[in-house]
């Protein structure tokens, strides 16, 4: 790992948290579903030295460039696998994996990727991307913008940013495209600025939601998630734990949906009645993680 790489470290959340509800035992095997920068995945090795992790992550980067360290400090007991945690299934079975102790998932986006990924950061100008992985995957953000009809824009802002101008917004899109393509962050985010009515009490920048709303349209987050939480309760041992780290409303509801679903249907056991949060000592630390909400469940019997 390089210096410049270095800076990029992202401070995985909730630690303490995350350790208490995986519930570690010797000789365990638990699945990192989002390696990003390894944090967690250092953590549970370093909680419990006679486990065994494997750490997945659909950005090769992200396991190139923090994977070769943590594999040197943990011989033998970290396996390193690409892929999109929605396939879980397919990729633990190709990888010959048929029973695991506990999984963690930690859907924020890593700041490896909005620092190094391009379309990702508002306040970085670069091209309009959004992928995740490139290099498996063709539709761009500026793609989207540049196919998409003012409505189906208005209900994209609307849906997967909660976004309360998004009319506006999706109806100056289309004006500005009449008379170029837009093809970066920049260029996004000053229309969204133009489009909207300036409060200066808002904490984030006015573009923030739109660019919610794309990145996740790009890589179907919320599809994945689905896909992903499905197949992690069919994998897990009985007694085995799943914890879900979300950091916006419509990841949160997905998976309080998802466990109160198979709660009722007496597949799970939902050990967080109120969704967890970060303490003020973790706040004071590490102000990311004021957004963070952990959710997690016992899995109760063969799914």
Known sequence: MNNEEKKFYHKPVLIDEVLEY???KPGGLYLDATFGSGGHTRAILEREPECNVISLDWDTRALDTYGPELMELFPGR?????????????ILKKEKIFNIDGILADFGTSQIQITQRSGFSVFRDTPLDMRMSPPHQKLTAAQVLKDS???KLRELFWQLGEERYARQIARAILEERKKRRIRTTKQLAEIVEKAVPRNRKQKIHPATRVFQALRIFVNKELDNIESFLAASC????????LVCISFHSLEDRIVKSVFKEKEDAGQ???LTKKVV???DEEL???????SAKLRAAEILGDL
């Open 22 to 24: 995986l519930d570690l």
């Open 78 to 90: 970290l396996r390193l696998v690409w892929g999109n945690f929605a396939l879980l299934y397919k």
């Open 149 to 151: 009809s003012e409505e």
């Open 234 to 241: 069919r994998v897990i041992n009985p007694g085995g734990r």
């Open 268 to 270: 799970v056991k939902i």
């Open 277 to 279: 949060t970060a303490s």
């Open 284 to 290: 004071e630390r590490n102000p990311s993680a004021r």
